[in-house]
Structures are given as structure tokens and as C-alpha cells.
């Protein structure tokens, strides 16, 4: 089992979709988790963090279930600017240092 | 304006030649990171260095090698055991604290003719 797993998509929604993703990850101790957006050929840039009660940044809200242990990321009122890949990014272990692991990253495609 | 900063971003390399990719950073960060991401990938941890003087494998460190001699500046080398060196390279650095954000510079994208 790979230790941050993503659904690759892509996913394809028109403007305005509602649209979630979600990101399992493997090592039970992890206490920092990320959604970074990468766009085609660029570096990644840091979307949000996710906190533990879920958080929110205008259109975007970030849940973490520990129980089950997965990160969601939801968009609403997708915009044409909202199409990239997004990367879930996780810290291995329960220190806030040392190695962060990312998923695959689900690409989203946004179509007018 | 503090930032990481790489060199080259386009580099062309012969089969059995060493390469060295730069990453500097102005933002004094403890933390740095190389990554390695391939086409339709995620991206894969190769080196990182918590401190000056110290630094770990990640997953895929075979085939490269780094240096810690000052906190500003983590050299990768893609030496000639690397076996598929065409990629696309991140160095990163992290935002010490809470929130651990990693602050990546624009890549080095190496292709081996």
C-alpha cells in the first residue's frame, strides 16, 4: 500500500461543479497534512494546511478524518482558473519535521 | 525578496556524465528537500537535510548524492548510477513552526541524451 494514495483522475467538471477529493494515507502517527496545487510544468504551491477541526479559505474547505484516515478537499463554484493537479501532501510521522510524502495528485479539469 | 532559487532550470546531459543542480534559499529555513517528480507523478523524496552538516535518504537516494556546508545551500548531484536521470527536479525548503509549509523553487528540468 502506497503510504498517501490519490484517486489520479481526471476529473472533469464543467464551471460551477461542486467538486471533492479525496487522499488516504497509510501511517497512523502523521500530524501535518497539505493540499499543494501544481499547475502543467510549474513547481507546487501550497493550497491550505488541514487542521483537525476542518478549515475552510473561501471556496475551498479541508477535512481530516483520523478515524479513517484520509484528507478530503472540496471546491465549490469551480472556476476555469481552479483546473490542475492537486497534491496531497502528508508529514511521515508525528514530528513536524522531517520527510513529507506526497500523493500522486488528482488532476482537475474545469470546462466552461 | 526571499525566495529558493534554482539553476539550471533546462540542463542537457551525455549518458555517463555527473551533474550538479543548484538550490539556494535567503529564507533560513532549517529544512531542505530535493524531490523528483516524473510525467503524471507525484512527487518522490531523494534527499533532505534538516540541518547544516546532516541530511537523510529519502526514498529514492540511490544514484545521488548531496552536501550540507552551509544553511543557505543544498546541492543534488545526478551522478552516472542513476539510471533514468531524465526528470524534473525540485529542491524545497520548510517553514519551521506549525504549519511545516514547504517552499519549492521553479525546478531544474534535466534531460540525458
Known amino acids: 500500500r502506497k503510504e498517501v494514495e490519490q484517486d489520479p483522475g481526471p476529473f472533469n467538471v464543467p464551471e460551477g461543479a461542486t467538486v471533492a477529493f479525496n487522499c488516504t494515507y497509510s501511517?497512523?502517527?502523521?500530524?501535518?497534512f497539505f493540499w499543494y496545487r501544481q499547475d502543467c510544468r510549474k513547481e507546487p504551491k501550497l493550497l491550505m494546511s488541514v487542521y483537525s477541526s476542518g478549515n475552510e479559505d473561501g471556496r475551498f474547505t479541508a477535512q481530516l478524518n483520523r478515524a479513517s484516515q484520509y484528507i478530503s478537499l472540496l471546491i465549490r463554484d469551480s472556476k476555469l482558473s481552479d483546473s490542475a493537479t492537486y497534491l496531497c501532501?502528508?508529514?511521515?510521522?508525528?514530528?513536524?519535521?522531517?520527510?513529507?510524502?506526497f500523493g500522486q495528485g488528482t488532476t482537475l479539469q474545469v470546462k466552461p | 525578496d526571499g525566495g529558493i532559487t534554482q539553476s539550471p532550470k533546462y540542463l542537457f546531459r551525455k549518458e555517463g556524465q555527473n551533474v550538479t543542480l543548484s538550490c539556494e534559499q535567503n529564507?533560513?529555513?532549517?529544512?531542505m528537500y530535493w524531490y523528483r517528480q516524473d510525467p503524471g507523478q507525484g512527487l518522490r523524496l531523494i534527499y533532505y537535510s534538516q540541518i547544516v552538516n546532516d541530511f537523510q535518504k529519502g526514498d529514492i537516494a540511490e544514484g545521488y548524492s548531496v552536501s550540507r556546508e552551509k544553511k543557505e545551500s543544498f546541492p543534488l548531484t545526478v551522478t552516472s548510477a542513476q539510471k533514468n536521470p531524465t526528470a524534473f527536479y525540485l529542491c524545497?525548503?520548510?517553514?519551521?513552526?506549525?504549519?511545516?509549509?514547504?517552499?519549492f523553487g521553479e525546478g531544474s528540468r534535466l534531460t540525458v541524451l
Open positions: 501532501v502528508v508529514n511521515k510521522g508525528s514530528s513536524n519535521t522531517g520527510k513529507l510524502i
Open positions: 524545497a525548503s520548510r517553514h519551521p513552526g506549525n504549519t511545516g509549509e514547504l517552499f
Open positions: 501511517n497512523s502517527a502523521s500530524q501535518s
Open positions: 529564507l533560513n529555513h532549517d529544512a
